[in-house]
């Protein structure tokens, strides 16, 4: 007896390759709310197995797929709402090279899961591109890259990245416990709404549900990480300004006005900046410069200012200046 004649009765099975099977699949999941591994076998033809990896490499290659169980036991496989196929993106030469810049000031990835997937887009770009090409676009970002500034060290924590990763990509809540400095540990329901990059660490900001209210955590602090299957929605009127408030830097306290004058030798560093979205400056005859703010975050201030001893003086307030003083003559005590 043939193979033919042994088949069941039902759809014959489909002879194509992998590449024209995951287009059907995918064609699949974008035209419908979702399928099943069980729908896609029968309506490609396959096996479960085979969906199965079709499904992992769906998900490889950048495909934002999510999977839901159903009342009935079975899961559910979708694309995200709104995910539209794209067409295959193209760079011009100085948009590359821009690229790399960029690449080369995320040194502080190294060892995470985004290190991963940055080197995984590298690597595309450069099969595209002549070696000649490679190697140059190299030597610019190594020029820019930051030396000798202290860094953090993610390596340790990669698998937690990597479940943060899942949970912002593809909106699901989180349980998650974290130190903070000096104190003990606390634990937090959390909506993961974004990571910011800020002087070489990564925070994780969102909505914690036990304080309803909005946090921003030190990645490095964060001991354990639970992705739950709970869905969450950011609001559409969120940015992270919400999270970091008039802080001078990201921490967000109560504000106060600060006015400091920068001597001559360094007025031209603070007048080519902004420093603060409320500041005025005002330039003296001798070249100084007075800068006045509204801010809060006293300990990121005060770093910031001892950054330009010995040219600068607190005028105000009182208690910052106090506080300047005492630091500096603790540090001098060796205390």
Known sequence: MTKSAQRKPGKPAKKYSQAARLHDVIRILEARYGATVDELAEECGVTRRTVYRDLDAIRDAGYPLISEPEADGQVLYSFMTGFKKLPPITFSLEELMTLYLCRGQLGFLQGTPFQDDLDAIFGRIHS?????????????????????????????KKELL???????????????SYTPA?????????DPYTLLFYGGALYLGG????????RLFLVDRIEQLTVLDDRFEIPEDFSAGDLTGSAF?????????????????????IRERTWHPSQEMVEEGDGSLVLTFEASG???????????????????????????LENLQKAIQGQ
């Not at 002549?130 to 993610?154: C, M, N, T, W």
């Not at 909505?207 to 909005?214: Q, T």
């Not at 990201?250 to 504000?255: A, P, R, V």
């Open 298 to 324: 006293e300990k990121e201030i005060l770093a910031w200012l001892y950054s330009y001893l010995p040219y600068v003086q607190i005028l105000e307030p009182e208690e910052l200046k106090e506080k300047f």
């Open 182 to 190: 000096r104190r003990d540990t606390e634990t937090y329901r959390f």
């Open 128 to 156: 595209s591109l002549p070696p000649r090409s490679v190697a140059h676009l190299e030597r610019i970002a190594e020029a820019a890259s930051p030396k000798f500034q202290g860094q953090r060290d993610y390596a340790v």
């Open 207 to 214: 909505y914690a549900h036990n304080r309803k209210a909005l």
């Open 249 to 269: 830097g990201l921490i967000d306290e109560e504000q106060f006005m600060i006015k400091v004058r920068f001597g001559p030798e360094i007025g031209h560093l």
């Open 162 to 176: 990597k479940e943060l990763r899942k949970a912002l990509l593809y909106q699901y809540q989180i349980d998650l």
